[in-house]
């Protein structure tokens, strides 16, 4: 079992749609949950990021950890074509030095 | 990417010949990764480091090896590339470890093997 799943897609969905972006993962011990953002032929960027449970809102962008059932949600409100790229989660260890692991990611395209 | 090069972009190379890539970084940060991308795979972990001299291998790392000389340059080498070396490879940086700061990562080498 992978550490890390996440549906690779694509999915598609029309502007101004919500979307819903989902993770699980089986490892306990990770405290902090990463979303990274990567546009086509480039390198992720970090998106946003919560410690342990809970939501975090950033502008249209919501993450959202359950730490009880293991699932990392992020959604995107009022989706833009610009937010069409492959969205990676990344949960982390806390203590020391912890590598992240990512998901494999998932596909967005959000069309006009 | 602020603060980071990978060299080269794009590199085609034929099977059984060595290949490096090269990761730059102008942040100071301690710890520099190689990762590599495929389809279905996600990123994978090559090797990190840790510090100046300090490395470690990742989940992906047979054919595989590093060196870090100064703080600012961490370099990938395929020894003999195979045609399963064919991928996208990010260096990425982090300053404490990755908590809390997250990877900064390059814009990628795209390498095919021949």
């Known amino acids: 079992q992978k550490e890390v799943e996440q549906d690779p897609g694509p999915l598609s969905v029309p502007e101004g749609a919500i979307v819903s972006l989902n993770c699980t993962y089986s490892n306990s011990a990770f405290q902090y949950f990463m979303w990274y953002r990567q546009y086509s032929r480039k390198g992720p960027e970090l998106l946003m990021y919560?410690?342990?449970?809970g939501n975090k809102e950033d502008g249209r962008f919501t993450a959202q950890v359950d730490k009880s059932s293991k699932y990392i949600s992020l959604f995107i409100r009022d989706s833009q074509p610009s937010d069409s790229a492959t969205y990676l989660c990344a949960p982390q260890q806390a203590g020391g030095y912890n590598k992240l692991i990512f998901g494999a990611g998932t596909r967005l395209a959000v069309h006009p | 990417d602020a603060g980071i090069t990978q060299s080269p972009r794009h590199k085609v190379t034929e099977t059984g010949t060595p290949v490096t890539l090269r990761c730059h970084q102008t942040?100071?940060?301690?710890?520099m990764y190689w990762y590599r991308q495929d389809p279905g795979h996600g990123l994978r972990l090559i090797h990190y480091?840790?510090?100046?001299?300090?490395?470690d291998k990742g989940e992906v790392s047979d054919g595989y090896s590093v060196s870090r000389s100064k703080t600012e340059d961490f370099l990938l080498t395929l020894e003999s590339a195979t045609s399963s070396q064919t991928s996208v490879y990010f260096c990425?940086?982090?300053?404490?470890?990755?908590?809390?700061?997250?990877?900064?990562f390059g814009s990628g080498t795209r390498l095919t093997v021949v």
């Open positions: 942040e100071n940060h301690r710890y």
């Open positions: 480091s840790y510090g100046v001299k300090d490395t």
């Open positions: 919560t410690y342990s449970s």
């Open positions: 990425a940086i982090s300053g404490a470890g990755g908590t809390n700061y997250g990877y900064t």
